[in-house]
């Protein structure tokens, strides 16, 4: 456009109509552009795990408790046990006589326990696999105290 002034014939009628709005609204001659407003951050909703997310999860979480698990049992395997139990059983050595059993030796040796449990202690102070025993075996027996 040039320097002279438009007369009112070089107007088209919607530019009329948008100085009158404008005008009428109080704004001035020249639209402002509406300025650009920032989205405010929406709160981000509720995870929800798919089937395979939630597997992935407890299978996680049971690996850990069975670690955990498994340190804490080997920990406690290692530790030195309290010197109370660790006194060594009075035993005595004695020869198997014909007729003899683990059962009948377990019952002699300690008539007040159970026989079940002094049998499994002479099983194990003489390393046995079985329970036959041979006439003149040496075995290594708990005394009760």
């Known amino acids: 456009m040039s320097a002279r002034s438009l007369s009112a014939d070089t107007i088209s009628?919607?530019?009329?109509?948008l100085e009158?709005?404008?005008?009428?609204?109080?704004?001035t001659a020249r639209p402002q552009r509406p300025r650009s407003v920032r989205p405010a951050i929406p709160a981000s909703p509720p995870?929800?795990?798919t089937r395979r997310g939630r597997v992935a999860l407890v299978a996680l979480i049971v690996a850990v408790l069975f670690g955990a698990f498994s340190l804490g049992?080997?920990?406690?395997?290692a530790a030195p046990e309290?010197?109370?139990s660790q006194a060594a059983p009075t035993v005595q050595l004695?020869?198997?006589?014909?007729?003899?059993s683990l059962w009948t030796l377990a019952k002699r040796i300690a008539p007040d326990n159970d026989t079940r449990d002094v049998v499994a202690q002479i099983r194990r102070?003489?390393?046995l696999t079985t329970s036959?025993?041979?006439v003149g075996q040496q075995l290594v027996l708990p005394v009760a105290a």
């Open 13 to 17: 009628p919607s530019t009329r109509a």
């Open 20 to 27: 009158r709005h404008l005008s009428v609204a109080g704004a």
């Open 47 to 49: 995870s929800h795990l």
């Open 73 to 77: 049992r080997s920990a406690a395997e």
């Open 82 to 84: 309290p010197q109370a």
């Open 94 to 100: 004695t020869t198997v006589q014909p007729g003899e």
């Open 125 to 127: 102070l003489n390393d």
């Open 132 to 134: 036959q025993l041979q």
